[in-house]
């Protein structure tokens, strides 16, 4: 059975720094394009980020691009998302999911297996 877990969301004042953490489990996510994205109440679900296994080419959506570096750890199955320079809009809850297209894309509609979602809050 195929399972993300994410973690690492939380609470950070504007200006601030979190890691989020997606770990496969019942799939090798070095064979996978691995995204990242978030949805806030009462918006669509929009791609952040994603990466390639092989080469490790790394694609941002122009929100977060400059402040978010998506990363892999293939020995621990992990894929991260460094986040810094937090603002108030980055408030959503954050997925991981795997990509279903070749080379890679930000399109949710391009992604099959989805975790659960950590809730990141930028609040002073």
């Known amino acids: 059975q195929v399972q993300f877990v994410e973690s690492g969301g939380g609470l950070v004042q504007p200006g601030g720094s979190l890691r989020l953490s997606c770990t496969g489990s019942g799939i090798r996510l070095d064979y996978s394009v691995i995204g990242w994205f978030r949805q806030a109440p009462g918006t669509q679900r929009e791609g952040i980020s994603c990466i390639t296994p092989t080469d490790q080419r790394t694609f941002y959506a122009e929100s977060v691009k400059g402040r978010f570096t998506i990363s892999r750890d293939n020995e621990k199955n992990t894929v991260y998302l460094q986040m810094n320079n937090l603002k108030p809009e980055d408030t959503a809850v954050y997925y991981c999911?795997?990509?279903?297209?070749?080379?890679?894309?930000?399109?949710?509609?391009?992604?099959?297996?989805w975790g659960q979602g950590t809730q990141v809050t930028v609040s002073s």
């Open positions: 999911a795997r990509c279903t297209v070749l080379g890679g894309d930000i399109k949710p509609r391009s992604y099959d297996y």
